[in-house]
DNA sequence: TTGATGCGCAAGCAGCGGCTTGCCTAAGGT
DNA sequence: ACCTTAGGCAAGCCGCTGCTTGCGCATCAA
């Protein structure tokens, strides 16, 4: 929504790395995601770490979420991405301004 | 120089907002960067506050830093963004092909 | 010189953010 | 029925961070 939940969701490196595990794997469930950062990023967080950095994610937009039977699929949504750092790419943007 | 410096630097609102006014008006002073955030945005931060954003601004390699005389003049310097969000928005070609 | 301006340094405080722990429910397999 | 797996909720701890305050130094004008 707005680009403050994005700056602040993509400000942890255990959240960039998530994104890095989505982009290369879409559609993981939340212990598919533990997995993966203990086997090959060496994290150690716990189970509700990881629901937690995911659960930022999800608020600010970088994720989206479906729920099937027991399992929670996260799909990474790279929109985003696309429009905040162009921000000060340009000279002159609207914004706040009137 | 990684890329984390720059993802917490960009994570504060008032530093965003900082970039905003180099991006619209380069090489400003910093108690010229302290009036225009007063004024044009209410912030009531002081001096060392904003020059402590400066400082990890400088530090993510935003913001380029001249000294003339008593003066410390403020240059964005907007490569550091060109590439930190493109990170994701390449489906599969990133890995190591060559 | 004196005074004012522009800025730096360092200690200190309050709030937030990341992580853990413990207990809970739901779904699926035997 | 039982047990395991997948995930949720809430409280709590601790380190980091943003901001302030006070003092000190350098530069420019009178």
């Keep these: 929504m707005t680009d403050d939940g ?6 942890d490196p255990t959240r960039r790395l998530i994104l890095d595990e989505l982009a290369e794997c879409d559609g993981q469930s939340l212990s598919g995601i533990c997995a993966r950062l203990a086997r090959r990023h060496a ?8 629901s937690q950095h995911l659960a930022v994610l999800e608020a600010a937009g970088l994720v989206w979420v479906r ?21 000060w ?4 943007l609207s914004g706040d301004a009137p």
């Design 6 to 11: 994005v700056w602040k969701a993509l400000a």
């Design 43 to 50: 994290l150690g967080h716990s189970r509700q770490a990881v």
């Design 89 to 92: 790419l340009r000279p002159d």
């Design 67 to 87: 729920r099937e039977g027991r399992y929670r699929f996260h799909d990474l949504n790279t929109a985003p991405l696309e429009h905040i750092a162009v921000r």
